[in-house]
């Protein structure tokens, strides 16, 4: 079943056209990766799910019916662009953005302390922003922007400014959130950590969809067919033996002990019967097909390669 | 709570506890009660440069009787004109040629000067001169004892002004407090406000730049964001003003009585019209009309009440109009262009509220009183002078239904003007912008 559905919504400025006739389909506690080069679309996609700005044409649908006014509170955004007041202090301002969200002060101040000690930032409470750095900032925000536990989440670009330490404790929030039965979208362009939170996937080039599917379908499906054997025993017997029958693409380190091959197999070329032609020759320590990651996808798609 | 007032209450909160707020809510009557006091040091010791005028008297009746009044210093002098042009002399002001038929033909008289000369010099030198013919004049008639007769029949009037009230007694009215309150009250508009105004477009500017009004824009509408910020800063200048008037009431009333206690009492002898110690007339006549005047219960309503309302009405328009001009821009320096279809009204409301403090029922103070871009300055300028009341409701409501027109306007402007970066839009861009569906 899915939360948000966009259909067909295509929306243009004045010298150029933002977003393409793009439909796409969150499924409910996934997290939905929005993929695309910069300028792609990405943020207006979003805004318009936002209601910040209104389609030219097309829908979006929340749990099958219209996009309302007030389903924005339903809503938590955490920009790309992080922005707080400088000279206000956290806690008052924290406060602040979870009444504008509908939360009252005192379920928002009994809220916000709980996420504070979770994040071991009791301390900065009466600290003004301009004395945080901007990871520490952009932690606030993080909290500001899930506070009122919205069905759905959306996160632009959040682990760019985060130490590696902190973007895994995002991450793992992130996780739990969705374990908890939220619904994430997640606009980037580091495509490592999409592989590691991402479900599905929608890819946004030249305001147009140009992929969308589910994360492992997609890598699988550009899947070249090529294959990664790791053995141990003579590299020349084996090379010579597969010559006939496949691509030989590298290899690694020849004085090592256990050797790795890459190999290309024709569509036609009976995987089974490579298989067991290795398993004559050498003694196989693990054969497994070499996936596409996500970057190379996104560089290949965005190139127009795919 | 409704979002609106959550945001007001922010910025409400936010600028009260400045260090600035309490620094201007402080130093604002300081300053007014200094520029107060200074203006009247100079209109004291005004000491103006002596202006030497040479007389070229061809009738020989006139030079001798010129008298050196104020600045202007007289001499006679023998030579022609082309003489006394041929080189100038220093420190010459200008030269003064009268016709030998002066008498018959008043209109045979020249003034030459090297420096612009000033309507208050020319009419200074015509008094004089007319003074003079028409002595002549009267002396051809040959009256005996014209001096002593001139001097018998010399009487100078001193009016004292009352106006008529609604229930038919009569107060002392006092102009010189009138011309003053309201050329303080226009004032202190006209920079209320640009200054509360220019808090708004600065407060709009800084969510733009600091990026706040991107995670804003999620949970409220821009407008109530708008709206937010309006009202907000209105209640910080409500205050401030009412900080403000207990002040001057207060120091006011505790100034008068320790210096003019027995004046009070003198102007409520007159009132109640008991006579008055003849001595001490001509100057308690004024006086206890000023503190009759500013001692008036329906008189300080009208003039604070007008204040609140249209210092209100005013900042709510243009603040909506300087918030619009802040959310089209990325820093205060490309504000100025727009700025400029702001300040003309303003400053011409300045200049017409001049006028209408010398004409308050003339036909410039009445349009002008009327047309809400205007009318809060103009109007504060007529209110000492008494208004008809269908005129200052009339202008109420106008100003009223023009802010919630330029509201409207201003919103849409801003809806699109907050996500507008990199760009320095012109006016047509933003009316543009107005029009746009987002």
Known sequence: MELLKVENVSK?????????????????????????????????????????????????????????????????????????????????????????????????????????????????????VTELSKGMAQKVQFIVTILHEPELLIFDEPFSGFDPINANLLKEEIMKLRDNGATVIFSTHNMASVEEVCDHITLINKSKNILSGKVDEIRHAHGNNIFEVDFRGSREELTAALTDKCTLLESNDENSVYNSLKIHIPDDGGVKSIISLINDTVEIRSFHEVIPSMNDIFIKAVAGQL | MSKISIIAGREFNERVRKKSFIITTILMPVFFVGLIVVMALMMNFQQEEEKQITVLDKSGMVAP??????????????????????????????????????????????????????????????????????EEKLKSYNIENLPQILAEIETPVSMQVSQITETGETKAVSNMVNIAIAYLFGLMIYMVVFLYGNMVMQGVIEEKSNKVLEVMVSSVKPFQLMMGKILGIAAVAVLQFVIWVVFIVGVGGALMNVFAGDMIEAAAAMQSGMPMDMTNMAMDADMASVINTITDPGYLIRIFGGFLIFFIGGYLLYSAMFAAVGSAVDNEKDTQNLQLPISIPLILALVVMVNAMQDPNGQLAFWFSMIPFTSPVVMMARLPYGVPDWQLWLSIVLLFITFVGMVWLAGKIYRVGIFMYGKKPTLKELIKWSRYKV
């Open chain 2, 65 to 134: 009787k010129l008298q050196n009044s104020g600045d202007l210093i007289f001499s006679t002098s023998e030579s022609s004109f082309e003489e006394l042009t041929a080189e100038k002399q220093d420190d010459l002001y200008g030269i003064l040629v009268i016709g030998e038929n002066v008498i018959e033909n008043p209109k045979n008289v020249q003034f030459y000067t090297y420096e612009s000369s000033t309507i208050n010099i020319e009419k200074s030198i015509t008094d004089q001169i007319e003074n003079i013919l028409e």
């Open chain 1, 12 to 128: 243009s400025f004045a010298k150029h056209k933002a977003l393409d006739d793009v439909s796409l389909s969150i499924p409910r506690g996934s997290v939905y990766g929005l993929l695309g080069p910069n300028g792609a679309g990405k943020t207006t996609l979003i805004r318009i799910i936002n209601r910040i700005t209104a389609p030219d044409s097309g829908t979006i649908y929340l749990n099958g019916k219209p996009l309302q006014p007030e389903d924005v509170t339903r809503i938590g955004y955490l920009p790309e662009e992080r922005g707080l007041y400088k000279n206000m202090k956290v806690g008052e301002q924290a406060l602040y953005f979870a009444q504008l969200k509908g939360l009252s002060r005192r379920d928002a101040t009994a809220r916000l302390k709980k996420w504070f000690t979770h994040f071991g930032i009791q301390g900065w409470w009466d600290k003004k």
